[in-house]
C-alpha cells in the first residue's frame, strides 16, 4: 500500500469561525472575571484568600473555660505534690539533724564524764598522798 500524497489528499479544516468552541470567546468573560480584582485585572487567577487553617486563634468561650479549668486544676495537683515532696523531705532532714544532734550530745557527755574521771583520780591520789605523809607524821612510821 502506498501512502497518498499530501497534495493529492482531501483537505482537512482545522478552524471554523462560526462553530462554538468549549471556551467562552475572549468578548464573553466568566462571572468570575467581572467582579474579580485579581493581578493586573487577569481574569484567569484565582483571587487571593486569608490562608484558612482547621484550628483557627478564637476559641468558644465554653472551651477556654474549660481548658482554663483543667489548667488550673493540673497546676493545683502538681502545686499539692511538690508540697507533699517538700513536706517528706524536711522530715527526712529534721530526723538526720536530730540523730546528729544526739550523737553530739552523747559525745559530749562522754568526753565530760572523761574529764571528771581524770580529775577525780588527780584529786584522789594527791588527796592519798597528803593521807600517807599524815599518818606517817603522827603515828611516827615515817621512816
Not at 468578548?27 to 483571587?47: D, F, H, I, M, Y
Not at 488550673?72 to 530526723?95: H, M, S, Y
Amino acid at each position: 500500500m502506498v501512502p497518498i500524497p499530501v497534495w493529492e489528499r482531501p483537505e482537512v479544516k482545522t478552524y471554523d469561525p462560526e462553530a462554538k468552541t468549549d471556551g467562552p470567546l475572549p468578548t464573553e468573560l466568566p462571572e468570575t472575571a467581572q467582579s474579580s480584582t485579581n493581578v493586573s485585572g487577569r481574569w484567569w487567577k484565582t483571587e487571593h484568600k486569608a490562608t484558612t487553617r482547621a484550628q483557627s486563634g478564637q476559641k468558644a468561650p465554653q472551651q477556654l473555660d474549660k481548658a482554663w479549668k483543667q489548667r488550673e486544676e493540673r497546676r493545683k495537683r502538681d502545686e499539692a505534690i511538690k508540697k507533699l515532696e517538700r513536706e517528706l523531705k524536711q522530715e527526712k532532714e529534721d530526723e538526720a539533724d536530730r540523730k546528729k544532734r544526739i550523737n553530739l550530745e552523747r559525745r559530749e557527755k562522754e568526753a565530760e564524764k572523761k574529764r571528771l574521771a581524770e580529775m577525780a583520780a588527780r584529786m584522789s591520789a594527791k588527796k592519798l598522798q597528803r593521807m600517807k605523809k599524815r599518818l606517817g607524821r603522827s603515828k611516827k612510821v615515817n621512816g
